[in-house]
Nanobody
Framework: QAHLVESGGGLVQPGGSLRLSCNASRSIFSFLVMGWYRQAPGKEREMAGDIYTDGSTTYADSVKGRFTISRDNAKNTVYLQMNGLKPDDTAVYYC?????????WGQGTQVTVSS
């Protein structure tokens, strides 16, 4: 079992930045991949980005070049640095962690981009 807790969401103006954190209740070495999904009002949940145990990352085309995922193994935490935010980035952002037979989700954190 594992628990994921996100933090760092909030209200930001277009062009601004936020850094989301996802803290796991145990070592993140055991997870095959961790990452972030997001869900905007009235839309399906979509992948924003992933980070694998070797540190490699993947990103959705819509966030590539603006968002960066990183991990701090000592703190059992994964980060999502979001720069150049746009109103279309407004969504609830969910952290997830995948094992061979299990996927864990955080409770989500709201990001609102508005002037």
């Amino acid at each position: 079992q594992a628990h994921l807790v996100e933090s760092g969401g909030g209200l930001v103006q277009p062009g601004g930045s936020l850094r989301l954190s996802c803290n796991a209740s145990r070592s993140i070495f055991s997870f095959l991949v961790m990452g972030w999904y997001r869900q905007a009002p009235g839309k399906e949940r979509e992948m924003a980005g992933d980070i694998y145990t070797d540190g490699s990352t993947t990103y959705a085309d819509s966030v590539k070049g603006r968002f960066t995922i990183s991990r701090d193994n000592a703190k059992n935490t994964v980060y999502l640095q979001m720069n150049g935010l746009k109103p279309d980035d407004t969504a609830v952002y969910y952290c997830y962690a995948r094992e061979i037979r299990e996927v864990y989700w955080g409770q989500g954190t709201q990001v609102t981009v508005s002037s």
